[in-house]
């Protein structure tokens, strides 16, 4: 063996040993609290992912999208696929300038909080995520202590996913990762459209 | 009508009436290079939701994985619903401290690379994830420039999404969009363990 792969070797031998050690000394397993916010793209895209991940281990998942509207997406059509495995509920009204009628808009966040907490209390629901919840909360369409609330009060295998810029302080708070998905660059500046298959 | 509501939705035309503006302007369509870097949690996770998104649209999607080595992930399983519309590949040899051989590194890089261009030349994927892409080009396991040059010169209705932290400036540089995914609160550091339908 050369001079440079044992060198090579030997650090590796002891970065290993600190991965491992810092892989040992972590030793919880609960549901988690996960929040995707901030003003880059990722945020619900990542929380798809999870969703899939989640899917190929068998468990039964949830999503309940707040503020996306009616309009035909590819990951619904995806999810078709593994059949009564994925409760989505699509019960946004679209955006605020969309409807330009904040009474709506409240209501509808509304609903969609009230089957929240019921796949909050589905026991065969693993993972949850909550698209745009953070947009909700910020515009005071929900309350914010009884959301979190219900939140740190999920039951201890259910992961519970909240996407959604800006999202609030009492959130973050009792969050257990967040994420912050910065924009370095973004096609749209470049005149892009948003387009089928990578927008929605 | 309150004058509230009267108020808000007068508000709302004319955010309406900005936004619509926006869309409009935006006209190009292409094959994007999507970027996934930062110390954050989310960057393959983000591209696994785009894959999602594009098996919804009826598109064969490509994966290969440069670092991920053998071990079992719920997203490898969930695929495989799909069939042969995902290409999945997954040729790393895991972390550099696992395999302490840097020649065996290089090679598998460079067996990944010679995949994705496989991939990229075959006209029924639309959409190709180059997972920890990033990592192999940090440690100089594959040509910067031959690779960017590749990735710059995909088909014109190929989206690319590259993964991994520490992106190089001349990626970046080549590509229309780029996350970079911060971490503003692991549960790793309270001690809460990589878990089976959450990390892989």
């Given at each position: 063996?050369?001079?440079?792969?044992?060198?090579?070797?030997?650090?590796?031998?002891?970065?290993k040993a600190v991965q491992d050690a810092e892989v040992a000394a972590k030793t919880v397993e609960k549901g988690l609290l996960l929040?995707?916010?901030?003003?880059?793209?990722?945020?619900?895209?990542?929380?798809?992912?999870?969703?899939?991940?989640?899917?190929?281990?068998?468990?039964?998942?949830?999503?309940?999208?707040?503020?996306?509207?009616?309009?035909?997406?590819?990951?619904?059509?995806?999810?078709?696929?593994?059949?009564?495995?994925?409760?989505?509920?699509?019960?946004?009204?679209?955006?605020?300038?969309?409807?330009?009628?904040?009474?709506?808009?409240?209501?509808?966040?509304?609903?969609?909080?009230?089957?929240?907490?019921?796949?909050?209390?589905?026991?065969?629901?693993?993972?949850?995520?909550?698209?745009?919840?953070?947009?909700?909360?910020?515009?005071?369409?929900?309350?914010?202590?009884?959301?979190?609330?219900a939140l740190q009060a999920r039951r201890p295998d259910l992961h519970v996913v909240v996407t959604g810029r800006?999202?609030?302080?009492?959130?973050?708070?009792?969050?257990?990762?967040?994420?912050?998905?910065?924009?370095?660059?973004?096609?749209?500046?470049?005149?892009?459209?948003?387009?089928?298959?990578?927008?929605?």
């Amino acid at each position: 063996m050369s001079d440079d792969a044992t060198r090579h070797r030997e650090k590796m031998e002891k970065r290993k040993a600190v991965q491992d050690a810092e892989v040992a000394a972590k030793t919880v397993e609960k549901g988690l609290l996960l929040v995707h916010t901030g003003p880059g793209k990722g945020k619900s895209t990542a929380a798809l992912g999870l969703m899939l991940r989640a899917l190929g281990r068998g468990w039964r998942v949830g999503m309940v999208q707040f503020i996306k509207g009616g309009w035909d997406t590819g990951e619904r059509h995806a999810v078709e696929v593994f059949g009564d495995r994925v409760a989505w509920h699509t019960l946004g009204e679209g955006f605020t300038w969309e409807t330009q009628d904040k009474a709506r808009d409240i209501a509808a966040c509304r609903h969609a909080w009230a089957v929240a907490e019921g796949l909050m209390a589905d026991p065969t629901i693993r993972l949850l995520v909550l698209d745009e919840l953070n947009i909700a909360l910020r515009y005071d369409y929900l309350d914010l202590d009884t959301v979190v609330a219900a939140l740190q009060a999920r039951r201890p295998d259910l992961h519970v996913v909240v996407t959604g810029r800006n999202a609030k302080p009492a959130l973050i708070e009792a969050a257990d990762l967040v994420t912050e998905m910065g924009s370095v660059k973004h096609h749209f500046s470049a005149g892009v459209k948003a387009q089928e298959g990578i927008e929605f």
